[in-house]
């Protein structure tokens, strides 16, 4: 998935937003079917400076089928919220029965690293 951040006191931060996810989000949809998009507007608080109308980002986020939500993070207005949804979109499109986590072998004997034997005090060597 894909969270997407831009700033409503800029309406420049709304058109890049928007040339970025022309750019990047279509290719990692390719790669992952069930990827799903979140759209932010940050700085909720600052409503005298608002550049990016609510209508205006919701149509847009409507257009890309992605959520969204706007948020402050001065305030946390809608932080937990959006994180909530982030999970939500995660548990309803992921596909556990092909997850697979790759890594190497790896082994190690803690039990042995334990003992009930002080441990020696070290000595400086610099006097």
Same mark, same amino acid.
């Given at each position: 998935?894909?969270?997407?951040?831009?700033?409503?006191?800029?309406?420049?931060?709304?058109?890049?937003?928007?040339?970025?996810?022309?750019?990047?989000?279509?290719?990692?949809?390719?790669?992952?079917?069930?990827?799903?998009?979140?759209?932010?507007?940050?700085?909720?608080?600052?409503?005298?400076?608002?550049?990016?109308? $609510?209508?205006?980002?919701?149509?847009?986020?409507?257009?890309?089928?992605?959520?969204?939500? $706007?948020?402050?993070?001065?305030?946390?207005?809608?932080?937990?919220?959006?994180?909530?949804?982030?999970?939500?979109?995660?548990?309803?499109?992921?596909?556990?029965?092909?997850?697979?986590?790759?890594?190497?072998?790896?082994?190690?004997?803690?039990s042995s690293r334990?003992?009930?034997?002080?441990?020696?005090?070290?000595?400086?060597?610099?006097?």
């Amino acid at each position: 998935g894909c969270i997407a951040v831009f700033d409503l006191t800029d309406a420049e931060s709304f058109a890049r937003l928007k040339r970025n996810l022309e750019l990047y989000y279509h290719e990692l949809v390719d790669l992952y079917a069930n990827s799903t998009l979140i759209i932010v507007g940050n700085k909720k608080d600052l409503v005298f400076l608002r550049k990016v109308s $609510e209508e205006e980002a919701r149509e847009y986020a409507k257009s890309q089928k992605a959520a969204y939500f $706007e948020a402050s993070a001065k305030t946390g207005e809608n932080t937990t919220q959006t994180y909530e949804q982030v999970v939500e979109n995660i548990i309803n499109n992921w596909d556990f029965q092909s997850f697979q986590v790759q890594r190497p072998e790896m082994s190690m004997n803690i039990s042995s690293r334990l003992t009930n034997e002080p441990k020696k005090k070290r000595s400086c060597s610099c006097r």
